[in-house]
């Protein structure tokens, strides 16, 4: 299936995904059909249990935890329906051509290995660097993110960075293979707040300097403003409502979405004297 729009990288339509768990079966999205083009960051709003997480899921056919999947709709990535794709091309697609990066950096994270260890890995098996050029990519992907002193820091342990820091670095394992799309799942919702603007600043630095495309997905309004171009509100599983940042700041046209945006502190009448 060739893509109509050269510059899209991501069509979805009317995507489906119902997860099973032993207990019961949930129809987690409902239907859902977006686009992504090529550089473009666009946000996914909701709150806890409408459907974001399963959507990002769902584009890399990963099942949530204790769970399987069946799936429904199209994934248009570049051009091949990742719906169709058979295992083996997908798993060569996830983390090359599609990364992600997910809330709770210390879960994702080997206690008991260092950080340049777990950077090195992930190098050897995604690239043809060998030998010492290995441990040079991760000291430079380390850099990339923001980790001072990056040789030394290499040889710590994840107990020994601090949540920010641990976020950082696993930016650094998302981005290590070049994606083409990053797929970020709450980066910052278990940060500090002066931490968050910073990992923020970092993905926003990163998608400009790369080229690559971002699905921001959060529950909290206040993150994607000044982040993406784009935003999709979901309720239910379903897209409610979809439009510039911009537009639906300032016009939610759908009742949820106020409700949703009533929640976020509004910096342009903060400091007004009443
Ligand atoms: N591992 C799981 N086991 C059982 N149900 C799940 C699991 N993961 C998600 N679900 C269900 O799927 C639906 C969609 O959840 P999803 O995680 O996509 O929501 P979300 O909008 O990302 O919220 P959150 O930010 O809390 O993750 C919910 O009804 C949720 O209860």
């Known amino acids: 299936m060739a893509l109509s729009d050269p510059t899209l990288i991501l069509r979805v339509r009317n995507l489906t995904a119902r997860i099973a768990t032993r207990k019961e079966e949930i129809h987690a999205?409902?239907?859902?059909s977006f686009d992504i083009a090529a550089?473009?960051?666009v946000g996914f709003v909701g709150e806890s249990g409408c459907g974001k997480?399963?959507?990002?899921?769902?584009?890399?056919?990963?099942?949530?935890?204790?769970?399987?999947?069946?799936?429904?709709?199209?994934?248009?990535?570049?051009?091949?329906?990742?719906?169709?794709?058979?295992?083996?091309?997908?798993?060569?697609l996830r983390g090359r051509r599609i990364a992600m990066v997910f809330q709770d950096p210390m879960t994702?994270?080997?206690?008991v290995m260092t950080i340049g260890s777990q950077i090195d890995d992930i190098v050897r098996r995604h690239t043809e660097l060998r030998g010492r050029a290995i441990r040079q990519?991760?000291?430079?992907?380390?850099?990339?993110?923001?980790i001072p002193n990056p040789e030394r820091r290499a040889d710590n342990h994840p107990h020994q960075f601090s949540g920010g820091m641990r976020q950082r670095v696993l930016i650094a394992i998302a981005i290590s293979c070049d994606p083409d799309l990053l797929i970020a799942d709450e980066p910052t919702t278990a940060l500090d707040v002066t931490v968050q603007a910073q990992i923020l600043r970092l993905l926003m630095r990163l998608r400009e300097e790369r080229g690559m495309s971002l699905m921001l997905i959060t529950h909290d309004f206040g993150v994607v403003a000044g982040m993406v171009e784009r935003v999709n509100v979901m309720y239910r599983g379903e897209i409610v409502e979809s439009g510039s940042v911009e537009r639906v700041f300032a016009e939610p046209a759908h009742e949820y979405t106020r409700a949703l945006l009533h929640a976020v502190p509004r910096l342009d009448t903060a400091g007004r004297v009443l």
């Open 29 to 32: 999205v409902r239907g859902i």
């Open 39 to 41: 550089g473009e960051a």
């Open 53 to 92: 997480s399963v959507t990002a899921r769902a584009i890399m056919r990963l099942a949530p935890e204790g769970t399987s999947i069946a799936l429904g709709g199209s994934v248009d990535f570049m051009g091949q329906d990742l719906l169709q794709l058979d295992e083996k091309a997908m798993r060569d």
């Open 108 to 111: 994702s994270l080997n206690p």
């Open 137 to 146: 990519r991760t000291v430079e992907l380390l850099n990339l993110v923001g």
